[in-house]
């Protein structure tokens, strides 16, 4: 079948670490990166207002993750904040 499920648990848990990174690139890249597991996804910028452009990129910046620019390529609000654009 090949079907994965996740499940929010109910109870309270602890986890170990609040770094939520991973390494991409193996033995022989010669630019590994870190990269955060939560990312904001890509949203048409026509969709959005700025202020909400510039919340979302403010948000990245400070969870220290990316904010997908999506099909609109970028604004001048997505560098305001300073949060990493993909």
Same mark, same amino acid.
């Given at each position: 079948?090949?079907?994965?499920?996740?499940?929010?648990?109910?109870?309270?848990?602890?986890? #170990?670490?609040?770094?939520?990174?991973? $390494?991409? &690139?193996? !033995?022989?890249? =010669?630019?590994?990166? +870190?990269?955060?597991?939560?990312?904001?996804?890509?949203?048409?910028?026509?969709?959005?207002?700025?202020?909400?452009?510039? #919340?979302?990129?403010?948000?990245?910046? $400070?969870? &220290?993750? !990316?904010?997908? =620019?999506?099909?609109? +390529?970028?604004?001048?609000?997505?560098?305001?904040?300073?949060?990493?654009?993909?």
């Amino acid at each position: 079948m090949g079907y994965e499920w996740i499940n929010h648990s109910l109870p309270p848990s602890s986890v #170990a670490s609040r770094d939520f990174r991973m $390494a991409i &690139g193996g !033995a022989r890249c =010669t630019r590994p990166h +870190s990269a955060c597991l939560f990312n904001i996804p890509a949203m048409r910028f026509g969709a959005l207002s700025a202020n909400a452009i510039l #919340a979302l990129n403010g948000g990245a910046k $400070a969870g &220290g993750f !990316a904010h997908d =620019t999506g099909e609109g +390529s970028i604004s001048r609000h997505h560098r305001v904040q300073g949060g990493d654009l993909i």
